[in-house]
C-alpha cells in the first residue's frame, strides 16, 4: 500500500513558540492531503483539507491563522502550529489520498507544549 | 451535516466468543471505511465499503454496508487477546473526500 511519513513523530515545545509538522506521500502523489487531530481517547477530527497549489480549507472552529497549512508539491504538505499553547497538545494525523476510494495515513506526530 | 454513530463505545468480550459493531451514518454515502488503531498508534485501514451489500472479510474480521439502512457492521468471529484495539468507522459525503469518523469502539478481548 502507499506510504505515507510525518516528521517528527513526536516533539515537545514551549508555549509560544511554533512548530512545523511535515507530511510527505513517499510511493505516490497526494493530489489532496488532510489534517486530522486527536485527543486522548477522541476520536480524529478534520482540521483541513489541502490540495496541491492551493490555499486550505479549513474545518469550522479551526483557527487557520493558528494552523499554517502549506501543500507546496504533490509530496508534501506542512501544518505550522503557531504560537502555541498547552490545549494544542494532541496527536495530529496526515493522510494524502490519489483517489477518491483511498487515504492513506502517516504514522501520526504527538505535540507536548509544555 | 454527516454524522456517525458507532455502538457500542466499549466492548470487554471473552476470547472465542463473536460480537458486533455498528456504525450508522446520518446522510447518504457510497464510502465506508473500518479502521484499526492501537494505543499511541496511527490508522490501521481495515475495510473499504463502497456498494450496497458489500462485504468483505479478513482474518476473524467480518464488515457488510447496507447503504439503504445507513448501517454498517463489523463482526469479530471467535475473538483473540490481539484485536484489542479502538475501532473506527468513518464515512465518506457524496460532495467530497474528508472522512467523518465515528467516536470509536474500544475493544478488550481477555482470556
Known amino acids: 500500500g502507499a506510504v505515507v511519513s510525518q516528521h517528527p513523530s513526536w516533539v515537545i515545545c514551549k508555549s509560544g513558540t511554533s512548530v512545523k509538522i511535515e507530511c510527505r506521500s513517499l510511493?505516490?502523489?497526494?493530489?489532496?492531503m488532510f489534517w486530522y487531530r486527536q485527543f486522548p481517547k477522541q476520536s480524529l477530527m478534520l482540521m483541513a483539507t489541502?490540495?496541491?497549489?492551493?490555499?486550505?480549507?479549513?474545518e469550522q472552529g479551526v483557527e487557520k491563522d493558528k494552523f499554517l497549512i502549506n501543500h507546496a508539491s504533490l509530496t508534501l504538505s506542512t501544518l505550522t502550529v503557531t504560537s502555541a499553547h498547552p490545549e494544542d497538545s494532541s496527536f495530529y494525523i496526515c493522510?494524502?489520498?490519489?483517489?477518491?476510494?483511498?487515504?492513506?495515513f502517516g504514522p501520526g506526530t504527538r505535540l507536548t507544549v509544555t | 451535516e454527516l454524522k456517525v454513530e458507532q455502538n457500542p463505545l466499549f466492548l470487554s468480550m471473552q476470547e472465542g466468543k463473536n460480537y458486533t459493531i455498528y456504525c450508522n451514518y446520518s446522510?447518504?454515502?457510497?464510502?465506508l471505511y473500518w479502521y484499526r488503531q492501537d494505543p499511541g498508534k496511527s490508522l490501521e485501514s481495515l475495510f473499504v465499503?463502497?456498494?450496497?451489500?458489500a462485504v468483505k472479510q479478513e482474518g476473524r474480521l467480518m464488515a457488510s454496508l447496507d447503504t439503504k439502512a445507513r448501517l454498517s457492521t463489523l463482526h469479530i468471529t471467535a475473538a483473540v487477546h490481539d484485536l484489542s484495539a479502538t475501532y473506527f468507522c468513518?464515512?465518506?459525503?457524496?460532495?467530497?473526500?474528508?472522512?467523518?469518523f465515528g467516536k470509536g469502539t474500544s475493544l478488550l478481548v481477555t482470556p
Open positions: 493522510s494524502g489520498t490519489d483517489s477518491p476510494y483511498e487515504q492513506y
Open positions: 510511493d505516490f502523489q497526494a493530489t489532496t
Open positions: 489541502s490540495n496541491e497549489g492551493s490555499k486550505a480549507t479549513y
Open positions: 446522510t447518504t454515502s457510497d464510502r
Open positions: 465499503l463502497l456498494s450496497n451489500g
Open positions: 468513518a464515512v465518506v459525503s457524496n460532495s467530497g473526500y474528508a472522512l467523518n
